[in-house]
C-alpha cells in the first residue's frame, strides 16, 4: 500500500481520504506526536517564566514574536508564499490574535495559578470538547476506535498528570484551564474548517503574528511589560518550540482532521511530565508510566484508523 500524495497546498485529496491508508494516517500521527512534544517544551517554559513573575504580556508576546520571525525566515527559505490564500488571511489572522490569543493567555494564568501537573490535567478536558463540538456540527458517526481512543488518552492523561506529588490549583486556575481547554477545541475546529487552502506552514506563520500582534498591544496598552532580563535563553526557546509545534499541527490536521489530532495530541501532557522530570527534578511514578503507556496506545489507535471523513 503505497502513501497518498498531498495537493500543493498540503492537504490530501477527499478520494484518497475516503479511501483511507494507514501510512497517510501514521504520517498524520506522526505529526502530531512532534506537535504534542514541542507543546511540551512550552508547558515547562511557561511555568518556569509564570513563577518567576514574567508578565504575560512579556512572556507571550516573546514567544509568539520569535516563532512569527523563524516561520516568515522558514517560509523564505523555502520559497513557499508569505501569505495564506485570498480568502483566508483574515481568518488566519483572526485564529491568532483571538482564538490561539485567548487559549495562551487563559493557560499561562492556569500557571500563574497552578502546577504544571494540575494544569495540563484540566487542560485535557479538550479532546472530549472536540469530539462532542465536531457530533453537534457535522453529520458523522463515532467509531468505537475514535472513543476507545478518546476514554484510553483521556483516562491515561489523568494518570499522568495527577498521580505526581505536587498537584496543586486554585478555584481561579481550573477556571482558566477549562476555559483555555474550551477555547483551543473551538479553535482547533475552527483552524481545520476555515483554512483550506492555505499550506501548514503559512498557516502556522500567521497564526503566530496574530497571537505576536494581539499580546504586543495588549501590553502597550495596558502598560503590562515587564523586564526579560535573565530570562533570554528561555524566551528564545519558547519561540522555536512554538514555530515547530505550530507547523506540525496544522499538517496533522490536514491528515486526521480535528477530533482525531486532538486525541493523539494529548500525548502533550505525557511530555510534559516527562520534560519536567528530567529538567525540573521532578520524578515518574509507576502509575504514570502505565498512564503515559495508555496513551501510547490510544495514539496508536487513531494512526491505524481509515481516516473516512463519514466517521470520528
Known amino acids: 500500500m503505497t502513501a497518498t500524495t498531498p495537493q500543493p497546498d498540503g492537504r490530501i485529496p477527499l478520494a484518497a ?9 501514521g ?28 508578565h504575560a504580556a512579556t512572556a507571550l508576546g516573546a514567544r509568539f514574536t520569535i516563532a512569527f520571525a523563524v516561520l516568515v525566515a522558514l517560509l523564505r527559505l523555502r ?18 490574535a483571538i482564538g490561539y490569543g485567548l487559549e495562551s493567555t487563559l493557560f499561562f494564568m492556569a500557571l500563574e495559578r497552578g502546577t504544571a501537573a494540575a494544569v495540563a490535567l484540566m487542560f485535557y478536558a479538550y479532546p472530549a470538547i472536540v469530539t462532542v463540538l465536531e457530533l453537534a456540527t457535522r453529520p458523522a458517526r463515532l467509531t468505537g476506535r475514535t472513543l476507545g481512543a478518546l476514554l484510553l488518552s483521556v483516562s491515561g492523561t489523568a494518570v499522568v498528570v495527577g498521580a505526581g506529588s505536587h498537584v496543586a490549583i486554585t478555584a481561579g486556575g481550573v477556571a482558566c484551564a477549562l476555559g483555555s481547554a474550551a ?23 500567521w497564526v503566530a503574528g496574530g497571537c505576536a500582534l494581539s499580546f504586543l498591544v495588549r501590553g502597550a496598552v495596558t502598560e503590562g511589560f515587564s523586564s526579560p532580563s535573565g530570562h533570554w535563553v528561555a524566551l528564545a526557546g519558547n519561540g522555536l518550540a512554538t514555530a515547530s509545534a505550530f507547523v506540525l499541527m ?6 486526521l482532521g480535528a477530533s482525531r489530532t486532538s486525541v493523539v495530541m494529548t500525548f502533550e501532557a505525557v511530555g510534559a511530565v516527562v520534560l519536567a522530570a528530567l529538567f525540573l527534578g521532578e520524578h515518574l ?15 496508536a489507535l487513531i494512526g491505524l484508523a481509515k481516516a473516512d471523513p463519514a466517521e470520528l
Open 285 to 299: 511514578s509507576a502509575a504514570q508510566l502505565a498512564g503515559g503507556a495508555a496513551v501510547v496506545v490510544a495514539t
Open 183 to 205: 477555547s483551543f477545541a473551538v479553535y482547533l475546529i475552527a483552524s481545520d474548517r476555515l483554512v483550506t487552502r492555505s499550506n501548514a506552514l503559512t498557516t502556522g506563520t
Open 17 to 25: 481520504a475516503a479511501a483511507g491508508t494507514v501510512t497517510d494516517a
Open 79 to 96: 520559497g513557499e508564499p508569505i501569505l495564506p490564500a485570498r480568502g483566508e488571511r483574515l481568518r488566519v489572522l483572526g485564529l491568532g
Open 27 to 54: 504520517i498524520g500521527v506522526a505529526l502530531a506526536v512532534a506537535s504534542a512534544l514541542s507543546y511540551s517544551l512550552t508547558i515547562v517554559v511557561n511555568r518556569t517564566l509564570a513563577t518567576a513573575h514574567v
Open 250 to 255: 496544522f499538517a496533522a490536521l490536514r491528515r
